[in-house]
């Protein structure tokens, strides 16, 4: 049974990768693979969106960020890039969507709510486009 790949990809993996992975981890279970990276990894996930996650239940204490690898996007079935911009190469085969998201950056908790909730929105969206049927489903 074939699952499918996913790529989340931007600048810092600090804030909207890092959620994004997060959802798509906890909605769609081990149906997907998951990734995620950036082009320039911060040193540690924004404290604002490990707080935001937090409240929904989402631990995102142990989670670091790292540079996304030619690799992660030549393995994956979709690439969803979130300000990355020309930094993230584009190979054919691939489905990519570029979410134009807020960074969460410097803003005040209820901005990073309303940005984690816009992201589970299209995370669950992008759960329904993605052929699951064949994957295998979470115990």
């Known amino acids: 049974m074939n699952k499918p790949t996913v790529m989340f990809a931007c600048v810092h993996n600090a804030g909207r990768s890092q959620m994004a992975a997060a959802w798509l981890r906890h909605l769609a279970g081990d149906r997907v693979r998951v990734l995620s990276g950036g082009s320039e990894p911060a040193a540690r996930v924004n404290?604002?969106?490990v707080e935001a996650m937090d409240e929904i239940?989402?631990?995102?204490?142990q989670e670091r960020p790292r540079a996304w690898s030619t690799e992660d996007i030549r393995s994956a079935d979709v690439v969803v890039t979130m300000g990355c911009g020309d930094t993230c190469p584009i190979f054919p085969g691939r489905r990519y969507l570029d979410w134009e998201i807020d960074d969460p950056s410097g803003r005040s908790i209820a901005a990073?709510?309303?940005i984690r909730d816009e992201i589970e929105s299209r995370v669950r969206r992008l759960i329904g486009d993605l052929d699951l049927a064949t994957a295998a489903s979470p115990e």
């Open 47 to 49: 404290p604002i969106v």
């Open 57 to 61: 239940g989402i631990d995102l204490t």
């Open 112 to 114: 990073v709510r309303a």
